[in-house]
């Protein structure tokens, strides 16, 4: 199959940006990169592309990071799906053997949607970072947990990566009692908070890309990321989309500002005069209304159902937001240049939220400073790395360490997991 690059996002963004960060500018000025454009696939549907991840190269990715790291990181199991994939999340802290409960919590979501790879692999790059210059970024990150979540709905994206259609949002699992063979649930559709509000904005019909589910967290990844949130004490949480280069705030459900107006506001804000993206919610006018505006969605019930009714348990809200990058839907299906830009342009507001995490509100009024303090900080490190800026994305392709030593460690972990069923099975004939 043939496909054609469209307007290419780098030239895009050298117009459309006012503000140009450090690391963007750089990230421009090397190109990043020009060296994978000629593939003649469908770009984002084919696994063995270069940079791609499978959900499980992914497990073999954060297995890798923790074998090499394992004072700063932790791989845990939040969940198994219906086609008995785990759902997994990496938590990086200083000292990993305390479960770290009297500090504040962050959370990085990526592959909600199975069609969106490119959020998968933005969130990846940022959590390879993370651990990689963790002691180098100090003070910035020290006294949290950061939570990492790369893949929510690996069947979603297998499924999307073995020829499923190029819409395909849902997780896989069947839809028990639908007329005809109807499969999987949209998962950011499926959380508590307005869940089917007004009938509008998500779907009851089982074989619409936008079914609600059969009822509130009834998916095994949507009541995975439940768990997660209910057990920890999250203050900031991204959860990654694609398309269209925004940061959408709560509410969503209906054209109403949440209590958090004003943080939601300084901190988009500040992020938007580096990278360039645009925010807002339906009250705001960016979300258009036409009666359908969606709902059941995770923002939603994180700000209200756990953000606000536990004000009283936690103190401080969950402020939560979907960042949308690519800015069009051929990127979605990405291109080796813009996966790197989009870990480019989010890495500053990501390393921000971490840093305000124990006290948000203390710190609207200095978010554009820490913005730029750390935009600098990044350059730095980024440049100070073997291989620059691209250095982070090269430890993912054959060759550099992660993704070979990531194959091997998923090779051990698959061969394990037989062997156990193996045994289980074996028990099971006995008794
Ligand atoms: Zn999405």
């Avoid at 921000?352 to 554009?368: R, T």
């Amino acid at each position: 199959m043939n496909w054609k690059k469209p307007v290419t996002r780098l030239a895009l963004l050298l117009t459309g940006l006012t503000t140009a960060s450090c690391v963007l500018a750089e990230g421009l000025a090397y190109g990043i990169s020009n060296t994978f454009n000629a593939v003649a696939t469908l770009p984002g549907q084919d696994p063995e592309l270069p940079g791609h991840h499978d959900s499980d190269e992914i497990e073999g990715v954060l297995l890798a990071l923790h074998a090499r790291y394992p004072e700063r990181t932790e791989v845990e199991g939040i969940g198994l799906t219906h086609e008995g994939r785990p759902i997994l999340a990496m938590r990086i802290a200083n000292d990993i053997a305390d479960p770290g409960f009297d500090r504040p919590d962050v959370l990085f979501i990526g592959g909600t949607h199975g069609c969106e790879p490119a959020s998968t692999e933005t969130v990846l790059r940022f959590l390879v970072f993370l651990v990689v210059a963790w002691d180098e970024l100090g003070e910035l990150v020290e006294d949290r947990n950061v939570w990492v979540v790369p893949i929510l709905n690996p069947d979603g994206l297998d499924y999307f990566y073995a020829g499923g259609p190029l819409w395909w949002r849902k997780n896989r699992r069947p839809v028990v009692g639908a007329r005809w063979r109807s499969t999987g649930v949209d998962l950011n559709r499926n959380f508590p908070l307005a869940w089917g509000h007004e009938g509008g904005g998500s779907s009851p019909n089982p074989d619409s890309a936008m079914y609600r589910g059969p009822e509130p967290i009834s998916e095994p990844e949507s009541r995975a990321l439940h768990d997660l949130v209910m057990r920890r004490d999250v203050r900031v949480c991204f959860t990654f989309h694609t398309f269209g280069n925004q940061y959408l705030y709560p509410i969503s459900y209906e054209p109403r500002d949440p209590e958090d107006i004003q943080f939601y506001q300084a901190f988009c804000t500040a992020a938007s005069e580096l990278n360039g993206y645009a925010y807002g919610n339906p009250a705001s006018g960016m979300i258009p209304v036409h009666g359908r505006l969606p709902n059941g969605d995770f923002d939603d019930w994180m700000q209200g159902d756990r953000g606000l009714a536990d004000r009283s348990i936690y103190k401080t809200p969950s402020l939560s937001m979907t960042v949308e990058v690519a800015e069009t839907l051929g990127a979605t299906y990405f291109e080796q240049p813009d996966v790197n830009l989009f870990f480019l342009e989010t890495v500053v507001p990501n390393l921000c939220a971490i840093e305000i995490a124990d006290d948000p509100y203390g710190a609207i009024d200095s978010l554009a400073e820490r913005m730029d303090r750390i935009d600098a900080r990044v350059y730095e490190i980024l440049n100070g790395m073997d291989g620059g800026l691209q250095a982070v994305h090269d430890l993912l392709l054959p060759g550099g360490w992660l993704h070979d030593e990531g194959r091997l460690a998923y090779q051990k972990m698959a061969k394990a997991r037989q062997r156990a069923r193996e045994w289980a099975e074996t028990t099971e004939t006995k008794r």
